[in-house]
């Protein structure tokens, strides 16, 4: 869409994404998407709705554009593409006016997680199956959109013999993925590519290892490819989680000791920010220990990040495009805010000869562990 070094390729279809026509993407306005982890991935397209276009006469009327049309949006920075969305039209709106060029058509829509939220399953069993297996048994069923499970064997094992318990799940898919990835402090996401039509159905611990991205660097003159960062320490984000078991002979009850959290995230920072807070987990006495102890690292995890930091780039200044659930390094924010960092969320912004991303960042604590980031 835009002029080299960057471009969008706009793939549409029913179950498959092909190349859109070119009035579409000609038509193409303005594209935004947005990933968070955590949270469900969306987009949003804004297209000229002239009365005389392909769009306003055929394509629109057709039902080119409805629900749940599949979306494809690939960046190609310098050469390299990134999928940057695989998702569907969820909602589509008109803006009507009389002034020449003013009329829009807006697509709104999110990833494809949404089609695992679309159905109810209840009662549904999972006789002698750990978390893991489940999970990679309810990703496989969507392997015709192309979405291939990426799975990480759970931190404490939990596989009940068929004659203690069958776990079963209730709810969506999607809902059902969430709380057993929550259980076991990990995460559930679809991540796009490395090619259009192709998704990893991740469920794991956040990826807080391998190799950084292109450092984020400001306050160094030209050298400088964020313009400005904000940072923030908040001293009462963490939590310690206390956890008690009960032994079913005795029914005398434990404190379940809980590891460090570096076993699920490891450390990005010198200085970890302290647990002020305790916090008793509910109905864990109830629960076997593993369940238990599972659930409190958990807990841990989802409460250490205590460090954040924001800003915006240009990616034909920054030369990549900034992925979001990895790591990044910074530099020139000095010694307390330097070094590296997960990446929490990232919205891309796409106008024609313009692409811009807002992020934010996150870490357990200040100072770097790292004398420099590279590359």
Do not use: C
Request: glycine share 10%; net charge neutral.
């Amino acid at each position: 869409m835009a002029e080299a070094p960057a471009r969008l390729l706009l793939m549409m279809g029913r179950q498959i994404a092909v190349p859109a026509p070119e009035a579409v993407t000609e038509a193409l306005l303005s594209a935004q998407i947005t990933v968070s982890a955590g949270q469900r991935s969306g987009f949003q397209l804004a297209f000229d709705l002239s009365k005389s276009g392909l769009i306003g006469r055929t394509l629109l009327p057709s039902g080119f554009f409805d629900p749940p049309t599949r979306v494809v949006l690939t960046a190609i920075v310098r050469g390299t593409p990134s999928v940057l969305m695989d998702g569907v039209i969820l909602r589509h709106e008109a803006g009507v006016s009389g002034v020449p060029g003013q009329s829009t058509l807006t697509l709104t829509g999110e990833d494809l997680t949404v089609l695992m939220d679309l159905e109810q399953r209840e009662g549904v069993g999972y006789p002698a199956m750990g978390p893991a297996v489940r999970a990679a048994t309810i990703i496989a069923q969507y392997a015709q959109y192309g979405i291939v499970p990426l799975v990480v064997p759970e931190l404490v094992p939990q596989t009940p013999l068929p004659t203690q318990r069958v776990d079963v799940q209730t709810g969506t898919d999607l809902g059902y993925l969430n709380e057993l990835a929550k259980a076991n402090g990990y995460v559930f996401y679809l991540d796009p590519g490395p090619v259009p039509g192709i998704s990893k159905g991740y469920w794991g611990p956040e990826v807080r290892l391998g190799v950084p991205q292109h450092a984020l660097t400001v306050n160094a003159d030209h050298l400088s490819n964020v313009d400005q960062m904000t940072f923030g320490f908040d001293g009462s984000a963490r939590e310690q989680p206390v956890a008690r078991i009960q032994i079913p002979t005795t029914k005398v009850a434990l404190l379940l000791p809980v590891p460090e959290v570096s076993v699920l995230r490891p450390p990005l920072a010198a200085r970890p920010a302290p647990a002020l807070k305790r916090k008793v987990i509910a109905d864990t006495a109830k629960k076997e220990p593993a369940q238990a102890l599972a659930e409190a690292l958990a807990k841990a995890a989802e409460s250490s990040d205590a460090v954040s930091g924001s800003g915006q780039l240009d990616v034909t200044r920054y030369g990549h495009v900034l992925r979001p659930r990895e790591l990044v390094g910074v530099r020139g924010a000095g010694l307390t805010y330097d070094g590296l960092y997960y990446v929490k969320s990232v919205t891309h912004n796409l106008q024609r000869g313009s692409y811009t991303q807002n992020f934010t960042l996150a870490r357990e604590g200040l100072a770097s562990l790292t004398p420099a980031v590279l590359p």
